[in-house]
């Protein structure tokens, strides 16, 4: 079972990279993730972990199982008889935007009875995640509070 959705934002992939790996505010900009904590002081990268509640789901560790600054990440989640892998992943454009793909696989003896109860609310947080993630960004690159370079009139 696996779902994937995809969005492109317009910014540059760096600013993408930098909030979708700041994990901790995550719940600033999308709804599917209420509380997140990073249980190492490390950087987010392979082999850490973040517990994470989300809205109707229990509190529940993601261990990073691969990591490739800036382009993506994957953790997953294990319970007896699932295994939750979400993968996150960053692609350049050539004018400045930016896609990002996120993608949901359930496997395990109990992925066919968990597909039953929660597809819906999983195709519901990927697109509560795109679409805060482009929200935020494009916030980001937009506020007038970002550094500018000033170019010095020629005397």
């Not at 995550?26 to 809205?55: D, F, H, M, Y």
């Not at 490739?68 to 454009?93: I, K, M, N, Y």
Request: glycine share 4%; proline share 5%.
């Amino acid at each position: 079972m696996k779902y994937e959705v995809s969005i492109e934002i317009e910014a540059d992939a760096r600013e993408v990279w930098k909030v979708l790996t700041d994990v901790e505010l995550w719940p600033e900009w999308t709804w599917s993730v209420a509380r997140a904590k990073r249980l190492s002081n490390e950087p987010i990268g392979t082999g850490s972990s973040v517990l994470l509640k989300q809205p109707r789901l229990k509190e529940t560790t993601w261990t990073v199982t691969s990591f490739e600054a800036p382009t993506g990440f994957t953790w997953q989640a294990a319970q007896r008889g699932l295994v939750t892998v979400a993968t996150h992943r960053v692609d350049a454009r050539a004018h400045g935007a930016t896609a990002v793909t996120l993608t949901v696989e359930q496997r395990g003896a109990l992925a066919p009875v968990a597909r039953l109860f929660s597809a819906r609310m999983i195709r519901r947080y990927l697109d509560l995640e795109r679409r805060g993630l482009k929200d935020r960004v494009e916030r980001i690159v937009r506020s007038p509070y970002q550094p500018r370079m000033v170019v010095a009139a020629a005397q």
